[in-house]
């Protein structure tokens, strides 16, 4: 006897959990012969300030963790990406992709999830400084996150673009709201899952589906969103959210690399999400044998 | 003296229905600006300095001055050896000086040294008393010892009105709540109330409905207006314009005011605040904007 196949409703992922849109709204997702695909939600301003909330509250504790279990907890997304590839090449190519491609889109993702793992704990030593001051002091700089990251994934991915925007900001111990792809959306949820069975706290990811030219206003305007990065080409939109950004001087960074490039990974991205902070430790006064500390 | 069973399926399912409510825009911002007039602004810490009061007092006065037409909150609720402090810095601006008594949050102690407590808080200028009811000996059936003690303090409160904390956390059903209720209107109480908030569950919906409607109840027999004030836990505005629903719905608009209601709360203010905020300026606000407490 034949069987009806069961679909996955592609929800959004919210503080560790997999709500359907606030809003009740969908759109469908066509493929080239215009097939539907997928009913996907259509993610409204009110699950992105959702987001937000949930975010923040994950903020102090992801921020504060140390750099090791960051580490470690980057690295166990990749390992559970990695048994989950033939369900995201599946997607990719349902999506338009051909299967070479979408094969190299998948491992390349999980090889930049073990890069940034790699870096959590080593970004520090590279950007930190010790400061020559003429005072008693000894004076020294630290990189610390910023805070919580709205990110709009580049439009002309699925998945790579969506992992090489979020595994730097999160390795450096900032949270984030993503807006996927609106053409290619499917990835994004099913990373979601990826992550809510990677060890990764509730709120640290969130990632919403949805209509970028609804959203980003309020993406950018957001006072308890500390940056902002942006994925994406349109110019308009550029301008919008930098003019937004001063609203609450939002650090905003505009990204078009090509992601499917090994070059388009480096710890400056890790950076980029950073605040230093530089701190004046008094010391005994400075002899000719050198500092005492 | 009969006290009436409590259905607590009903009791859900009204509240469930208070909460679908759909309350925006203008009616939202009125609703606000009432809620926040009924906080009693409260700090109740071991860690409780004269910095801290200070503060809090000055926050009761001046809740944001960025939004024109914000009003004061209703009260600061202190322990008794702040009260003299919270009088003199509030002055004559007309928000109200409370303080918790009678070996406040236990409540484990002689009658004599709850008296002498509440005379304290009184003489020391308290304009309010929140007195917690002997759990202990409600929960063994000594009725009559909870309402001798409630019509005790009362006696000692003076002119002070006189809050009854019921600590519906340590109740246990919805019908023991009812019967706490009955007992402490008959004795003197001025107002009920339903937590220390040092006890988890705080406040809750069906639990404020059961004091409500014993307070209608109390109302239809004896013409006397009892108020209610929910405390603990209620930190949300969208959660405290579903309280005034509740309220507005089962008692009338005569307890839409800080003389019969109150929310025992410090985190609802800001929150409320961020909420007004974003109605007047149209942009989600960030807690980085509004006074830390």
Known sequence: MSRIEILKTYKLYIGGQFPRTESGRYYPLLDKKKNVIADVCLGSRKDFRNAVVSARGAFNSWGGRTAYNRSQILYRIAEMLEKRKSEFIEEIILQGGNKADAKKEVELSIDRLVYYAGWCDKFQQIFSSVNPVASSHFNFSVPEPTGVVAIVAPQDSSLIGLVSLIAPIIAGGNVCIALASEKMPLCSITFGEVLATSDVPAGVVNIITGKTSELISHMSSHKDVNALVYGGKDQKEIKLVKENATLNVKRVFVYQNNWNKTESQNPYFIFDTQEIKTTWHPIENIGVGGAKY | ?293
């Open chain 2, 1 to 293: 003296m009969k006290s009436p069973i409590i259905d607590q399926v009903g009791v859900e399912e009204r509240v469930a229905r208070f909460n679908t409510r759909s309350i925006k825009k203008e009616s939202k911002v009125q609703g606000l600006k009432i809620a926040i007039n009924m906080i009693d602004l409260t700090t109740l810490e071991g860690k409780d300095t004269v910095g801290k009061v200070r503060q809090l007092c000055y926050k009761a006065q001046h809740l944001h001055v960025d939004i024109p037409g914000i009003p004061t909150a209703a009260a600061v609720c202190v322990y008794p050896t702040f009260v003299k402090l919270a009088k003199q810095e509030l002055g004559n601006s007309g928000v109200k000086v409370a303080s918790v008594a009678t070996a406040f949050p236990s409540g484990q102690s002689t009658l004599a040294v709850k008296i002498a407590d509440t005379k304290f808080a009184v003489d020391s200028g308290a304009d309010e008393v929140d007195m917690v009811i002997s759990r202990g000996e409600f929960l063994s059936g000594n009725y009559n010892f909870v309402f001798d003690e409630i019509a005790e303090i009362k006696s000692a409160c003076g002119n002070a009105r006189l809050k009854v904390i019921l600590e519906t956390g340590e109740l246990a059903t919805l019908d023991n709540v009812r019967r706490a209720s009955e007992i402490a209107m008959r004795a003197g109480a001025d107002f009920i109330k339903t937590s220390t908030g040092k006890i988890q569950p705080a406040a809750t919906q069906p639990v404020t409905l059961v004091m409500l409607e014993a307070i209608r109840d109390y109302y239809y027999e004896t013409g006397i207006k009892i108020g209610m004030k929910p405390a603990g836990g209620i930190s949300t505005a969208k959660v405290a314009l579903q309280y005034l629903v509740m309220v507005r719905e089962t008692l009338g608009n005569d307890w839409l005011n800080n003389q019969y209601f109150r929310f025992g709360a410090s985190s609802l203010a800001n929150d409320i605040l961020m909420q007004l905020a974003k109605e007047a300026s149209g942009v989600y606000q960030g807690g980085d904007y509004f006074s830390k407490d």
